[in-house]
């Protein structure tokens, strides 16, 4: 931990209260720290009392700014403008005056305070809040009309994102309705969104913008979609339809074919064609993330690909994807086709594309011109090619590439090492962690790499202060600040191995891969030795309480008790111990086993079943997005380390191999296996 000594010597560029040190923090910085963890706790359970009786000790301390920042937060719906403009005076610069400022912006704005918002929304740095951004926007349609168009866009973009009911956008929507910059169909198209997404009171305020008067027939179709929709018999208008809609897009995210037999039946011929092809979008959706072989049947009745969103076409492209042992590589195509130029960017969509082009395009010749559809194909793949991700390593390796660790840039100056070193969020945000203040002080980290100027810190400032982290030790900072740099790569940084004698030893002596050890670890906890999730799991390698104790059971560790598993070298004993389990119980697949880390080992046991696949398509259909997610980043780092630890080119396809059903001959499944 850094000292508060220490903090002053690197920060001068602090404001002056923050260096004058009362004679208790420079006898004892734990007492100092101590003050400013009770505040915390005081700040997340509202207790105002308790903050205000403490602020006057945390006086002169490195982290006062957030001290007062707590105390102010608590009561900001009863503080006065006044005491707001001189908090952010008082600690102008900083991630707490403009956490303050998003915060205040938020009630202006809640207020309707529509001058008050407009005169302070110019000082806002970090432009990261959609509702902030939404409510700035009807701002601007209120008092400049010509601006109502342009806005648009915008607010039906952020709106759209939010999965959570909000004032901000709602109001902005309102408003787009009000001057028919949005169409109805906007608003409906929200609330099947959202209907989905199983947030009712977001669905609610979108169906209230433009019918009101229907607000009773969706709690009504909330209590019981299939209750609703036995009871209704006719839908001839706009809304009425609209909401048999919605009832069937709720029932289909519990009842695929309950809500596929209602609409082919009963409701298919009252609803328009765009209405009918979202619930057939949906209803596949849904089938597909059951791993049905339905889903594209399902699909295969929606009459126009446009009328679908993105999501739902991706869907549909990983139904096609998996359709058998060979791709449906036309439908993997038209679907992506379909999307928005935004989507059609994202690496996934452009290997699969570019995939789906070389499955028909004519083999090469040497004495003949390559074909247009091989032309397309290979430029797609060149786009993304990199060791960046996982869709980007695939892409190499499609152009006969592999996966090489890049030369290190230039080493960082004197100079730019002092530019990270004297920066004060990034000392504040250091000490934070340190104190046992996390949270915040990756909030703060991230404010100062990112948010605090336009377009965030350069790429040589992003290395430096990687590197400030790095020397640090605080790992997940330097990953994720080298992360961030766009034109150069610094593996070292970006692929830390710390702990490497206990992870190289531990590794060898169970049989597993070290760098399959450390990609996991850098994606459960950044190397965050005390690291705990919301559920409950511990440590580097994030075990859960009862996956330690049967696996320390399992392999005989003597004695062991649940505190244990914050020790490090504990951790990464339990941890490894149950990743090599699950890697044998599932025949050596690097994919399934990670999959059964994540998800336990139940699920990739089921999801498994179906043809024999590239584990490429197997991952990309996985039904979660976290473990999906999750499966293509481990194996991603696998292979980067791996390149880094053997200094050899490696093959993410390698590491992938194929996945289908567990071989009869193979043992049964490990059913204690937590």
Sequence with gaps: MLSNFILKALIPGLSACVLLT????????????????????????????RLAQLLPQAQGHALEPWAAYWELRARLGEASAREVQDFMARYAGSYQEDRLRNDWLLLLGQRRDWAAFAAEHPNYRMQDDKDVRCYALLVDSLTNPEAVQRDADEVRKNWFAQREASDGCTSAASRMVGTKSFTAQDVWLKARLAMEANRPRAARDAVEIIAPEALHLVTELNSSPARFLASKMIAISKVRREIITLALVKLATSDVEGAARLLEDKWGLQLTAEERNWVWGVIGKQAARRLSNDALGYFAKVSRDTDLNDDLLGWKARAALRAGSTPRWPLVLGAINAMSEEARKEPVWVYWKARGLLSNAPAPVASAPVSPQRAEALALLQSIASVRGFYEQLALEELGQKITAPPRPAPLTPEEKDTARLNPGLNRAAYAIGAGLRSEGVREWNYSTNLHQRGGLGERELLAAAQFACDRAIWDRCINSSDRTPTVIDFEQRFPTPFRAAVLQRSRDIGLDPAYVYGLIRQE??????????????????????????????????????GQINDRDTNIVIGTAYLKRALDDFGGSMALAAAAYNAGPARPRSWRNGPVLEAAIWAENVPFHETRDYVKKVLSNTTNYAALLTGQPQSLKAHLGTVGPRDASAPPPDEKMP
């Excluded at 915390?40 to 009392?49: E, L, M, S």
């Excluded at 859960?544 to 560790?557: H, K, V």
């Design 22 to 49: 009362p004679a208790w923090a420079q006898n004892n910085g734990s007492s100092a720290d101590d003050v400013l963890l009770e505040m915390n706790k005081a700040f997340q359970r509202g207790d105002k009392t």
């Design 525 to 562: 906890s950044r190397f965050i030795t005390d690291a705990r999730s919301g559920v409950g799991a511990s440590g580097l390698m994030q075990v859960m309480p009862a996956t330690a104790r049967e696996t320390a059971r399992y392999i005989g560790l003597k004695g062991f008790t649940a």
